[in-house]
């Protein structure tokens, strides 16, 4: 009877933690996703989902060069060294596009 009722006590602490663990997950998307815009913004927590998001999108010119400015702009080593992963993955995707030119 004992171990019946700590297998049960057991199961209800794991599901509390999953659904917990999936609540977590389903708050910090929707903050990127609400945040993705704000790579400026004045808190550094909304400029580090910005860059999350950024981090997921096709490479482009535009956001090569809105990270370069990000970079120049940024004063926290955290969010810049962050940016500059993002930055360096997107100029790669670049460079693997567009075949180079040979003169």
Do not use: C
Not at 9 to 19: I, N, S, V, Y
Not at 57 to 64: E, G, K, L, W
Not at 75 to 100: I, N
């Amino acid at each position: 009877m004992e171990s019946n009722r700590l297998v049960r006590t057991a199961a209800f602490a794991l599901l509390a933690a999953a659904a917990a663990a999936a609540l977590g997950g389903l708050l910090v998307r929707d903050q990127i996703s609400r945040s993705r815009r704000d790579l400026f913004s004045p808190h550094p927590l909304r400029r580090l989902a910005a860059l999350e998001y950024l981090g997921g999108v096709p490479a482009s010119v535009d956001t090569v060069l809105l990270l370069r400015d990000f970079l120049a702009w940024e004063q926290r080593p955290l969010l810049r060294k962050r940016a500059q992963g993002v930055l360096v993955r997107l100029e790669a995707g670049l460079e693997s596009r567009q075949p180079t030119e040979v003169a």
